[in-house]
């Protein structure tokens, strides 16, 4: 095929700040380098053929009515029914999907795929790319209206966002995105597989979303990040141990940045156990292959090691210092650049 754009996104880890996107609070992720590359070429009719490479997967259909679909081709179909229903003219294309990041393991696979594919329709149509939050909105609809899954900015902004050696703070109810240089002085980061993998759709995620709303509507108030420890001591347990999770999480991401700001691996450390603390036992994300990889961190020496993303299972981050042997499938990970995307 010759080839007119190629757009590559890239899925992101996450320092900490865990479910607090979709409660106006705070994280502190970075890009990665592994990614979804798109590769697309005009078509002269208004269709979209598009070819999931890694899958061995095909899906055709016409953009005068998009009709949905389930799995990989829902994001396809999600993107261009967002862009056109966005009035952005996007025409016909042949879309060559292709991933470096692990699908389903909390490392972003899909809004890297969003992204890339939003990037990449929107290049090959000759449409100038809107601002990158009103894309992230975009790519985030995707995933909540045409995939069903109920998340939040996160991955989206990560993707877009990303800076070399940098983690962004991200404030999701200014969408404030500040970038921190993440220099880890005598430390590294590393991510673990624990093997079990999960769809945000069908785990727990969209539940704890709900209960999320539930203590919000409990407690009177618009969002969590309007809520204090106290008052969540007033809610019934279960919403009470959520809101708790969210409330401290934010705390938590706050003094992850001036711990970073001033080098301070051993706080970071502690903070990331904290954090993960909460995400087991308050929020209850936690899975036990995911207990396994943590231990399997802690023992190899990490200061620090937590679930990352949605939970459910998925990767886990570590951050060991230098000297420290990492285990054999672990996979240092670096702050990378955002998505981009190149016409040729
Ligand atoms: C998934 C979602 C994000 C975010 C995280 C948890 O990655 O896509 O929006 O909620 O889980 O922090």
Redesign the pocket.
Known sequence: MTTHAVAFAPGRA?LIG?????NEGL?LPFAISEGVTVRASPLPEPRIEAVAVDLGKRDTFSLTDVERAGGWRGFVRGAAGELLGAGLPVGGAVLEISGTVPRGAGL?S??ALEVALVLALLCVSGVAEPDRLELARMCSRIENDWVG?Q?????QISSLFGEANHALRIDFRSLDVRPVALELGGCRLVTLDSGEHHA?VSSG?NERRAECARACVELGVASLRDASVADADRLPDVLRRRALHVITENERVEEAVSAVERGDMPSLGRLIDASHASLRDCYEVSTPAVEAAVSRLKRAGALGARIV??GFGGHVLGLLPDDAVAPDDAVEVRPGDGARVSRS
Do not use: I, R
Request: hydrophobic fraction near 25%; charged fraction near 15%; glycine fraction near 16%.
């Open positions: 996450n865990e479910h607090t996107d979709y994280a972003s899909s809004a899954a998340t939040g900015l996160l991955d945000n995620y993303g949605g």
